[in-house]
């Protein structure tokens, strides 16, 4: 049976926090970006479209050291977090958590977007003739019919958030118990003369939480599917 070190166990929980933040705070960002995406017909769409996938292609590092430029305690939108609130998120879990949020962002406004396009609009265009708001439509029709994607898109940002490195390192360095989640465990480990096994250790347990994580999306997304199915 593997026993993990305090500092292992202070990583698997740092990543859990992080990648758990990161899909809370980005998800309710996704839900409207992806309906933007899906319903949205205006100048500029494709340009949006862009910058939201663009983390996906662009090297992780050039994202973390963006974010360096523009959130660190220099840059423009750092100074003024820290002057105003003291909210400072370089070199600080929160700046981990951030980093996180936007490498996983488009593998969920993808998911969310992909369940908004596959919506019967006649569905939402009924709820419009009755006299209800846009808002309401949203609220009462497009949301419940897209709750599988919804599910399914976060739980793919929880994963990748999970396993995010290159942004993270480059924005909130590496260090034990503030910024060291499992992939820069791992790394460190990698570095080590005789740290095979630890590197070993954590490869399993990441690999087991991302699993999980989507095999639970997996059978979320079905559950729902039926109930609205055995609903509709």
């Known amino acids: 049976m593997w026993s993990f070190t305090p500092e292992e166990l202070v990583a698997i929980k740092l990543s859990l926090r992080v990648a758990s933040i990161a899909t809370l705070a980005s ?4 839900i409207l970006v992806a309906y ?3 319903r949205g017909r205006f100048r500029g769409k494709m340009i949006l479209d862009g910058l939201v996938y663009l983390p996906l292609v662009l090297p992780p ?7 360096l430029i523009l959130f660190g305690r220099r840059g423009p939108l750092g100074a003024f977090l820290d002057n105003t609130f003291g909210i400072v998120l370089s070199f600080r879990w929160t700046g981990a958590a951030l980093a996180a949020a ?6 969920m406004v993808r998911a969310i977007r992909l369940a908004m396009d596959t919506i019967d609009r006649r569905s939402e265009e ?11 439509v ?3 029709v497009t949301l419940p019919l897209a709750l599988p994607g919804i599910v399914a898109g976060a739980m793919l940002g929880f994963a990748k958030a999970l396993g995010e490195f290159g942004a993270t390192i480059t924005f909130v360095s590496n260090i034990p118990g503030e910024t060291q989640t499992i992939p820069a465990a791992i790394y460190t480990y990698t570095q080590t003369p005789g740290g095979d096994e630890g590197a070993f250790r954590l490869s399993v347990i990441a690999i087991v939480i991302a699993l999980g994580a989507l095999v639970a999306s997996e059978v979320l997304s079905r559950r729902t599917t039926r109930r609205r199915a055995g609903l509709a």
């Not at 936007?102 to 593998?107: A, D, G, K, N, T």
């Not at 009924?126 to 309401?136: E, F, R």
Request: net charge neutral.
């Open 36 to 38: 933007v995406l899906s």
């Open 126 to 136: 009924a709820a419009a003739t009755l006299g209800a708001s846009p808002m309401w």
């Open 61 to 67: 590092v050039v994202t973390g050291y963006v974010l």
């Open 27 to 30: 998800l309710p960002f996704g």
């Open 102 to 107: 936007v490498m996983s962002f488009p593998l």
């Open 138 to 140: 949203f609220l009462t």
